[in-house]
């Protein structure tokens, strides 16, 4: 793994130095003792395939205009956060603090362990399913993981697809995990659904 940068470590309180803070009121407790140790990777554009619109921030905060996208509508009234999102441009904007469950995953499963939001770290990357991603957000995301992976326990990343497949599709196709953990210096045990055999890396406590 490679070392990581001092602003991307979160601190004490679970908030990363390297963000812009913009808290979300949709988050809880863990419950008492779980580990954190799974980084979940997301996708998300809003309008749907548009980019720079501030919207995410607004879905994230329960500020969402319903009436300007037809689309906004139909999720307005959904609560939900991630505890991070790497713009387009690379810019690293924290939610929720890692201490605490962003409502990210919902249902979802890792290797028989339901209800993901409970142990994991959930990373939005601006985009969609249809186009590349940025070299800014590939150098961000390789700067976050490590950092993460060097403050917690965390034994294993993957996409939301891997974790509610069948339901959910991001990061997409797109995303280039070679890429990623050749970047972040991430070992090939660490990502059990792109790696063969790597899946008999990652035990249930």
């Not at 008492?32 to 996708?43: I, Q, S």
């Not at 921030?57 to 300007?68: G, H, I, S, V």
């Not at 339901?167 to 995303?175: A, C, N, S, V």
């Not at 070992?187 to 008999?200: D, E, I, N, S, T």
């Amino acid at each position: 793994m490679s070392k990581p940068e001092h602003r991307y470590l979160p601190e004490a309180d679970g908030w990363v130095p390297a963000a812009r803070r913009v808290p979300s009121p949709n988050f809880d407790e863990r419950p008492a003792g779980m580990p954190v140790d799974l980084v979940v990777l997301h996708n998300i554009s809003l309008p749907p395939g548009q980019f720079g619109s501030g919207d995410i921030e607004a879905f994230f905060q329960n500020r969402l205009d319903p009436n300007k996208h037809p689309y906004f509508a139909t999720i307005h009234q959904v609560q939900v956060s991630a505890h991070f999102l790497v713009t387009r441009e690379g810019e690293l904007v924290q939610f929720v603090p890692c201490t605490q469950r962003a409502w990210h995953a919902g249902q979802s499963d890792f290797f028989g362990r339901a209800r993901c939001n409970d142990f994991s770290i959930g990373i939005e990357i601006e985009g969609c399913d249809d186009l590349p991603f940025t070299l800014a957000q590939y150098d961000t995301v390789a700067a976050l993981v490590p950092a993460l992976l060097a403050a917690y326990p965390v034994r294993a990343i993957a996409g939301h697809s891997d974790i509610a497949p069948g339901r959910k599709t991001d990061p997409g196709p797109h995303f280039d995990w070679a890429r990623f953990a050749r970047q972040a210096g991430v070992a090939p045990g660490m990502l059990p659904y792109q790696c063969p055999g790597a899946a008999g890396q990652v035990t249930n406590p």
